[in-house]
């Protein structure tokens, strides 16, 4: 079994709270999952590292997730229902 770590060399949050990046207006940031299968196109976000900001879009879409239960027991998986809320 091999583990992979991934260490932050300075704070995160200063980069998403810059108000003069070009990525500032972006409401959630999500890592690559690096798959490309069928069941996490188109976005291919992966739910080990994502950066939401509160707003009223946002928490819709949490709430949304939160209502798609039943997607995450038959796919057994939270990260598929996610990337089909986000196709949506």
Same mark, same amino acid.
């Given at each position: ?7 932050? &060399? =300075?704070? %995160? !949050?200063?980069?998403f709270? @810059?108000? /003069?990046? %070009? $990525?500032?207006?972006?409401?959630? &940031?999500? #890592?690559?999952d690096?798959?490309r299968?069928i069941?996490?196109? %188109? ?6 590292? &994502? &950066?939401? =900001?509160s707003? @009223? =879009? ?5 709430? #949304? !997730? ?7 027991i $038959?796919? /057994?998986?939270? #990260?598929?229902?996610?990337?089909a !809320?986000?196709?949506?």
């Open positions: 079994m091999t583990c992979s770590f991934r260490i932050w &060399y =300075r704070d %995160p !949050l200063t980069y709270h @810059d108000d /003069k990046s %070009p $990525s500032h207006g972006f409401d959630v &940031y999500f #890592q690559d690096g798959s299968g069941f996490y196109a %188109p976005f291919s976000a992966n739910t080990g590292f &994502y &950066y939401v =900001r707003n @009223d =879009r946002t928490r819709n879409f949490f709430n #949304q !997730l939160l209502m798609s239960g039943d997607l995450v $038959s796919a /057994k998986s939270h #990260q598929i229902a996610l990337v !809320l986000l196709s949506e």
